[in-house]
Protein backbone atom coordinates (compact mmCIF):
# COMPACT_ATOMS: atom_id res chain seq x y z
CA UNK A 1 0.00 0.00 0.00
CA UNK A 2 1.00 3.84 -0.70
CA UNK A 3 1.80 6.08 2.35
CA UNK A 4 2.51 10.07 2.43
CA UNK A 5 5.02 11.06 5.10
CA UNK A 6 5.61 14.88 5.84
CA UNK A 7 7.51 17.08 8.10
CA UNK A 8 8.10 18.80 9.86
CA UNK A 9 4.46 18.74 11.74
CA UNK A 10 4.42 21.97 13.81
CA UNK A 11 7.19 24.59 12.81
CA UNK A 12 7.33 28.21 14.42
CA UNK A 13 9.63 30.60 12.15
CA UNK A 14 10.63 34.50 12.75
CA UNK A 15 10.19 36.54 9.39
CA UNK A 16 13.30 36.28 7.70
CA UNK A 17 14.27 32.95 8.28
CA UNK A 18 14.32 30.14 5.65
CA UNK A 19 12.14 27.20 5.19
CA UNK A 20 12.34 23.59 4.11
CA UNK A 21 8.93 21.21 4.34
CA UNK A 22 9.80 17.75 2.90
CA UNK A 23 7.01 15.35 1.64
CA UNK A 24 7.93 11.33 0.53
CA UNK A 25 5.79 8.71 -0.71
CA UNK A 26 5.98 5.34 -0.55
CA UNK A 27 4.78 2.04 -2.22
CA UNK A 28 4.12 3.67 -6.02
CA UNK A 29 6.54 5.13 -8.78
CA UNK A 30 6.02 8.04 -10.75
CA UNK A 31 3.70 9.79 -8.65
CA UNK A 32 2.08 13.30 -9.65
CA UNK A 33 3.21 15.61 -6.45
CA UNK A 34 1.32 18.34 -4.93
CA UNK A 35 1.93 21.42 -2.17
CA UNK A 36 -1.29 23.02 -0.94
CA UNK A 37 -1.88 25.41 1.68
CA UNK A 38 -4.73 25.73 3.64
CA UNK A 39 -5.18 29.22 5.36
CA UNK A 40 -7.48 29.57 8.84
CA UNK A 41 -10.78 29.70 7.63
CA UNK A 42 -10.28 29.05 4.11
CA UNK A 43 -10.39 26.07 1.51
CA UNK A 44 -7.06 24.50 -0.14
CA UNK A 45 -4.84 26.43 -2.87
CA UNK A 46 -3.00 24.57 -4.73
CA UNK A 47 0.98 25.72 -4.68
CA UNK A 48 3.08 23.76 -6.98
CA UNK A 49 2.69 20.69 -8.84
CA UNK A 50 5.41 18.03 -10.59
CA UNK A 51 4.59 15.14 -12.81
CA UNK A 52 8.55 14.13 -12.69
CA UNK A 53 11.78 14.49 -11.46
CA UNK A 54 12.64 18.19 -11.95
CA UNK A 55 9.66 18.93 -13.51
CA UNK A 56 7.82 21.70 -11.14
CA UNK A 57 5.12 24.14 -12.17
CA UNK A 58 3.62 26.79 -10.31
CA UNK A 59 0.49 27.53 -9.83
CA UNK A 60 0.94 30.99 -7.92
CA UNK A 61 2.97 33.35 -7.96
CA UNK A 62 4.74 33.96 -3.97
CA UNK A 63 7.79 34.01 -1.88
CA UNK A 64 7.86 29.87 -1.82
CA UNK A 65 9.60 27.61 -4.51
CA UNK A 66 9.40 23.79 -4.42
CA UNK A 67 12.11 20.87 -5.71
CA UNK A 68 11.52 17.27 -6.59
CA UNK A 69 15.50 15.79 -6.48
CA UNK A 70 14.18 12.45 -6.36
CA UNK A 71 10.90 10.36 -7.65
CA UNK A 72 9.23 10.13 -4.47
CA UNK A 73 10.63 13.20 -3.00
CA UNK A 74 8.87 17.22 -2.77
CA UNK A 75 10.42 19.43 -1.22
CA UNK A 76 8.96 23.53 -0.41
CA UNK A 77 11.11 26.06 0.59
CA UNK A 78 11.58 29.66 0.65
CA UNK A 79 14.79 31.56 1.48
CA UNK A 80 13.02 34.41 3.54
CA UNK A 81 9.73 33.94 5.11
CA UNK A 82 7.04 36.58 5.26
CA UNK A 83 4.11 36.72 7.65
CA UNK A 84 1.57 35.91 5.03
CA UNK A 85 3.79 32.59 4.48
CA UNK A 86 2.07 31.45 7.85
CA UNK A 87 -0.58 28.36 7.32
CA UNK A 88 -1.19 24.76 7.04
CA UNK A 89 0.59 23.13 4.25
CA UNK A 90 -0.22 19.81 2.52
CA UNK A 91 1.58 17.78 0.77
CA UNK A 92 -0.29 15.26 -1.63
CA UNK A 93 0.31 12.58 -4.68
CA UNK A 94 -1.95 11.05 -7.43
CA UNK A 95 -1.16 8.66 -9.83
CA UNK A 96 0.14 9.86 -13.28
CA UNK A 97 -2.65 8.78 -15.11
CA UNK A 98 -6.76 8.83 -15.35
CA UNK A 99 -9.24 10.65 -13.00
CA UNK A 100 -6.98 9.87 -10.01
CA UNK A 101 -7.65 10.49 -6.49
CA UNK A 102 -5.63 12.65 -4.13
CA UNK A 103 -3.66 11.40 -1.40
CA UNK A 104 -2.56 14.16 1.55
CA UNK A 105 -0.29 14.02 3.89
CA UNK A 106 -0.80 14.71 7.83
CA UNK A 107 0.35 18.77 6.86
CA UNK A 108 2.90 20.72 8.36
CA UNK A 109 1.80 24.17 10.34
CA UNK A 110 3.77 26.94 9.71
CA UNK A 111 3.14 29.66 11.92
CA UNK A 112 5.58 32.95 10.86
CA UNK A 113 6.48 35.54 13.53
CA UNK B 1 -11.93 30.42 -14.38
CA UNK B 2 -13.47 27.31 -12.42
CA UNK B 3 -15.23 28.40 -9.64
CA UNK B 4 -16.71 26.13 -6.50
CA UNK B 5 -19.05 27.09 -3.60
CA UNK B 6 -20.14 25.21 -0.57
CA UNK B 7 -23.18 25.78 1.66
CA UNK B 8 -23.83 26.29 4.81
CA UNK B 9 -20.28 27.43 5.93
CA UNK B 10 -21.15 25.53 9.23
CA UNK B 11 -23.73 23.30 10.51
CA UNK B 12 -24.49 22.26 13.46
CA UNK B 13 -26.88 18.75 14.58
CA UNK B 14 -28.23 16.76 17.20
CA UNK B 15 -27.12 13.19 16.87
CA UNK B 16 -29.75 11.67 14.39
CA UNK B 17 -30.50 14.46 12.99
CA UNK B 18 -30.42 14.28 8.85
CA UNK B 19 -28.95 17.09 6.67
CA UNK B 20 -27.58 17.72 3.86
CA UNK B 21 -24.33 19.72 2.68
CA UNK B 22 -24.16 21.83 -0.80
CA UNK B 23 -21.50 22.10 -3.16
CA UNK B 24 -22.04 24.28 -6.49
CA UNK B 25 -19.86 24.24 -9.48
CA UNK B 26 -19.01 26.10 -12.36
CA UNK B 27 -16.99 24.66 -14.98
CA UNK B 28 -17.53 23.62 -18.47
CA UNK B 29 -17.22 19.95 -19.13
CA UNK B 30 -16.98 18.69 -15.18
CA UNK B 31 -14.67 15.45 -15.00
CA UNK B 32 -15.55 14.38 -11.32
CA UNK B 33 -16.20 15.86 -8.25
CA UNK B 34 -14.82 14.92 -5.30
CA UNK B 35 -15.61 15.03 -1.70
CA UNK B 36 -13.09 14.99 1.04
CA UNK B 37 -13.54 14.64 4.56
CA UNK B 38 -11.05 16.53 6.98
CA UNK B 39 -10.73 16.44 10.46
CA UNK B 40 -9.26 19.09 12.67
CA UNK B 41 -5.17 19.24 12.16
CA UNK B 42 -5.49 17.21 9.70
CA UNK B 43 -5.33 16.20 5.94
CA UNK B 44 -8.09 15.78 3.98
CA UNK B 45 -9.54 12.03 3.39
CA UNK B 46 -11.06 11.09 0.40
CA UNK B 47 -14.88 10.18 0.70
CA UNK B 48 -15.94 9.98 -3.23
CA UNK B 49 -15.78 10.82 -6.87
CA UNK B 50 -18.58 11.20 -9.00
CA UNK B 51 -18.74 11.69 -12.38
CA UNK B 52 -21.88 12.48 -14.35
CA UNK B 53 -25.26 13.43 -13.03
CA UNK B 54 -27.29 11.37 -11.61
CA UNK B 55 -24.65 8.88 -9.90
CA UNK B 56 -24.92 8.27 -6.50
CA UNK B 57 -22.44 6.94 -3.82
CA UNK B 58 -22.67 6.12 -0.42
CA UNK B 59 -20.30 5.13 2.70
CA UNK B 60 -21.79 4.24 6.47
CA UNK B 61 -24.04 7.50 6.79
CA UNK B 62 -22.62 9.38 4.12
CA UNK B 63 -24.53 9.10 0.45
CA UNK B 64 -23.25 11.77 -2.32
CA UNK B 65 -25.05 12.97 -5.65
CA UNK B 66 -24.88 14.71 -8.61
CA UNK B 67 -26.71 16.85 -10.62
CA UNK B 68 -25.54 19.05 -13.58
CA UNK B 69 -24.95 22.24 -11.25
CA UNK B 70 -23.86 20.72 -7.74
CA UNK B 71 -22.92 18.17 -5.79
CA UNK B 72 -25.19 17.10 -2.44
CA UNK B 73 -23.36 15.40 0.50
CA UNK B 74 -26.59 13.30 1.81
CA UNK B 75 -25.90 12.57 6.06
CA UNK B 76 -28.13 10.17 7.41
CA UNK B 77 -28.50 9.87 11.09
CA UNK B 78 -25.25 11.38 11.78
CA UNK B 79 -23.43 10.72 15.09
CA UNK B 80 -20.70 12.73 16.71
CA UNK B 81 -17.64 11.59 14.88
CA UNK B 82 -19.08 12.71 11.64
CA UNK B 83 -17.82 15.98 13.30
CA UNK B 84 -15.79 17.76 10.34
CA UNK B 85 -14.96 19.66 7.46
CA UNK B 86 -16.14 18.66 4.48
CA UNK B 87 -14.39 19.59 1.19
CA UNK B 88 -15.25 19.13 -2.48
CA UNK B 89 -13.38 19.49 -5.45
CA UNK B 90 -13.28 19.42 -9.13
CA UNK B 91 -10.83 18.81 -11.43
CA UNK B 92 -9.77 22.05 -14.28
CA UNK B 93 -11.61 21.16 -17.52
CA UNK B 94 -8.74 20.99 -19.66
CA UNK B 95 -5.00 19.44 -19.14
CA UNK B 96 -3.99 16.03 -18.15
CA UNK B 97 -3.11 16.51 -14.31
CA UNK B 98 -6.59 15.51 -12.18
CA UNK B 99 -4.79 16.46 -9.04
CA UNK B 100 -4.89 20.38 -9.66
CA UNK B 101 -8.30 20.71 -7.67
CA UNK B 102 -9.75 23.44 -7.42
CA UNK B 103 -11.55 23.18 -3.54
CA UNK B 104 -14.47 24.94 -2.30
CA UNK B 105 -14.12 26.56 0.85
CA UNK B 106 -15.63 23.52 3.23
CA UNK B 107 -18.29 23.20 5.22
CA UNK B 108 -17.71 22.51 9.50
CA UNK B 109 -20.06 20.07 10.59
CA UNK B 110 -20.90 19.64 14.20
CA UNK B 111 -22.78 16.69 15.86
CA UNK B 112 -24.08 16.96 19.11
CA UNK B 113 -24.66 14.13 21.09
Known amino acids: SQTIHQWPATLVQPVGSPLSLECTVEGTSNPNLYWYRQAAGRGLQLLFYSVGIGQISSEVPQNLSASRPQDRQFILSSKKLLLSDSGFYLC????????????FGAGSRLTVL | EDQVTQSPEALRLQEGESSSLNCSYTVSGLRGLFWYRQDPGKGPEFLFTLYSAGEEKEKERLKATLTKKESFLHITAPKPEDSATYLC??????????????FGQGTILTVHP
Open chain 2, 89 to 102: AVPPAGGTSYGKLT
Open chain 1, 92 to 103: AWSRNSGANVLT
